[in-house]
């Protein structure tokens, strides 16, 4: 399982530190994504980041404010949200693609 935590309510602008912590699974192994889902829309994949690391990818609407990483050796995935925008407000859950594998979402509000 996933679980992640982080989220609350800042000031455009702003920014959050979001944390998930994986369990059960040999975590260093899989490709993690984070993916949002906003109110009135369908979710949106934010980032996404291969098993070791190397390979990262953000969606447009987050690339240069969003920054994904992982520490294997704590099984913990990790997104940085910089330069917060309304439109960034939403739930943010963390992901494992394969076996669709997802924990309970964090909320971040951002205020205008």
């Known amino acids: 399982q996933v679980e992640g935590s982080g989220g609350g309510l800042v000031q455009a602008g702003g920014s959050l530190r979001l944390s998930c912590i994986a369990s059960?699974?040999?975590?260093?192994?899989?490709?993690m994504d984070w993916v949002r889902q906003v109110p009135g829309k369908g979710p949106e994949r934010v980032a996404s980041?291969?098993?070791?690391?190397?390979?990262?990818s953000y969606a447009d609407s987050v690339k240069g404010r969003f920054t994904i990483s992982r520490d294997n050796a704590k099984n913990t995935l990790y997104l940085q949200l910089n330069s917060l925008k309304p439109e960034d407000t939403g739930v943010y859950y963390c992901?494992?693609?394969?076996?669709?594998?997802r924990g309970q979402g964090t909320l971040v509000t951002v205020s205008s």
């Open positions: 059960g699974f040999s975590f260093g192994m899989f490709v």
């Open positions: 992901a494992r693609p394969a076996g669709n594998v």
């Open positions: 980041i291969s098993s070791g690391g190397v390979t990262i």
